[in-house]
């Protein structure tokens, strides 16, 4: 078997960003550009480590990094290869060429299964409180209390550029983000710079019905493409892209989809930002809990691939600190900022200045960050108990993925049972799961997302036993 040749990676010890994702960032640009060819094989961590001049725990992480995110295939006892998928936009190209709402029961119930909120009683409130506190200690406070740019405060943007770039690997300036009041605001206004009565929206069924309304507000049609275990099913959307000449943009969740907890594969993703190019919609992604992961890194949104065009990208920080703080952000082309800014100044001249330079204090003091890493190893533990506890209770009653992210589990029942009926029963006992019909487009899909980061363990394993009599 043939060793490739000697890695040329120039390693930059002045930079910011982090050795291991330099590595991560060349081995990926060898591969898009051809120089790294399918099937390829790499050199062992040990030698490589050698040729860069590293340490090898930084070059198992960025090899772990590269197979996590569908880049790279470790081979027992051969090595590290080349994943065998079309990478380049160019091949993908040349691939193209040759081809109801449902009733809820008024009774409070005893176990309430959100759809995968995190827990607030982690939330740091302590140092946000504070954090308010020292802003109105401030000299030029009064300052604060006016008007403010539609795309707000410039230090906050900055701080979310700053996460981005080196969290997400995008390539961001602070002209390209704006700030929301939380991710619905974001998803309502993209909707409506980009939709027009009669226009046609692409979403993923099941899917996130918050979403469809603002979508389907504008008067747009919605083309509901089905979802498998690698997650929107591209040749679907091939199909409707063939159809439907007015097509404006697909919706997608690609990192933790909503409800099914799947991660859309590099050859998906790759497909996807191949057919935003050449059929010109606008991909629109929302992140919705990009932050909380197991493991490895994370995959990193459609954005970050250098050949993605068309995009809106939309996260939230509500799921970091809490719920209840509505903040959100977007980040997509000058023009679709400038656009934002002018409808979001229509129905609100600006959001909570005094709150985001609170959340701005806890960046900059390293709050956040610490807070993220306690609740992370936190969830990580929950959602391993929650496992134990689904074996235990529901056994071979139903099918799940462990999902390696995400703060809910997706579960579809072993045998076929009247999805419907179990949720009415499942609330006459005390216990509420989100209906199916909240996720499926037309007919209730059969499954549960439940999600287990708020709920304390008794709860978890009380309400299982109960939906494991229903099963």
């Not at 480590?49 to 569908?70: E, F, M, P, Y």
């Not at 119930?109 to 200690?137: H, K, N, V």
């Not at 996260?315 to 002018?342: C, Y």
Request: charged share 25%.
């Amino acid at each position: 078997m043939l060793r490739p040749w000697e890695f040329q990676i120039r390693i930059d010890n002045n930079s910011e960003m982090a050795v291991y994702v330099q590595i991560v960032d060349a081995i990926k640009e060898a591969i898009e550009n051809g120089t790294l060819s399918n099937d390829s094989v790499l050199p062992g961590s040990r030698l490589l480590a050698a040729q860069l001049k590293v340490n090898r725990a930084t070059v198992i992480k960025a090899l772990d990094t590269l197979i996590s995110q569908g880049w790279l295939v470790s081979r027992n006892r051969k090595g590290m290869f080349v994943a065998a998928t079309p990478h380049t936009l160019k091949e993908y190209r040349s691939a193209l060429s040759g081809l109801a709402s449902g009733r809820e029961e008024s009774r409070v119930p005893d176990i309430i299964f959100d759809d995968g909120l995190p827990d607030s009683r982690m939330a740091p409130i302590t140092e946000l409180a504070r954090a308010y506190r020292q802003i109105f200690s401030k000299k030029g406070r009064w300052q604060m209390m006016g008007y403010s740019h539609p795309a707000e405060n410039l230090d906050f943007r900055n701080a979310i550029v700053q996460m981005l770039n080196f969290t997400r690997g995008m390539k961001l300036s602070a002209d390209e983000v704006f700030i929301t009041r939380g991710s619905q605001m974001a998803i309502y206004l993209s909707a409506q710079i980009l939709l027009r009565p009669g226009d046609h929206i692409i979403i993923e069924n099941p899917g996130y019905r918050h979403a469809w309304s603002a979508f389907e507000h504008t008067g747009a049609k919605l083309l509901p493409v089905a979802v498998d275990e690698e997650g929107l099913n591209t040749d679907e959307l091939r199909g409707l892209l063939a159809k439907y000449k007015n097509i404006q943009a697909v919706y997608v969740t690609p990192h933790h989809q909503y409800p099914t907890t799947v991660t859309m594969s590099l050859q998906r993703r790759m497909e996807l930002i191949a057919l935003s190019n050449t059929y010109g919609f606008t991909i629109i992604e929302d992140d919705f809990d990009h932050e909380f992961h197991f493991g490895k890194m994370p995959v990193l949104p459609l954005c970050s691939i250098r050949e993605a065009k068309h995009y809106i990208y939309i996260g939230t920080l509500s799921k970091i600190v809490a719920p209840s703080l509505r903040i959100g952000f977007l980040a997509t082309s000058f023009q679709h900022i400038d656009k934002i800014a002018k409808l979001r100044k229509m129905i609100d001249v600006q959001g909570d200045v005094i709150m985001e330079q609170a959340v701005l204090e806890l960046i900059n003091d390293g709050d956040i960050k610490r807070h993220l890493k306690r609740a992370t190893a936190r969830y990580e533990e929950k959602r391993d108990y929650f496992e134990t506890l689904v074996l235990k209770h529901l056994g071979d009653k139903v099918s799940f993925v462990k999902p390696g992210g995400g703060l809910a589990f997706w579960m579809v029942p072993a045998k076929p049972v009247d999805i419907l009926q179990v949720n009415l029963l499942l609330q006459q006992q005390g216990v509420r799961v989100l209906s199916p019909l909240k996720f499926s487009y037309r007919d209730a899909i059969s499954g549960f997302r439940l999600g287990y980061a708020s709920l304390p363990a008794q709860d978890l394993e009380e309400g299982l036993i109960r939906i494991s009599k229903l099963l």
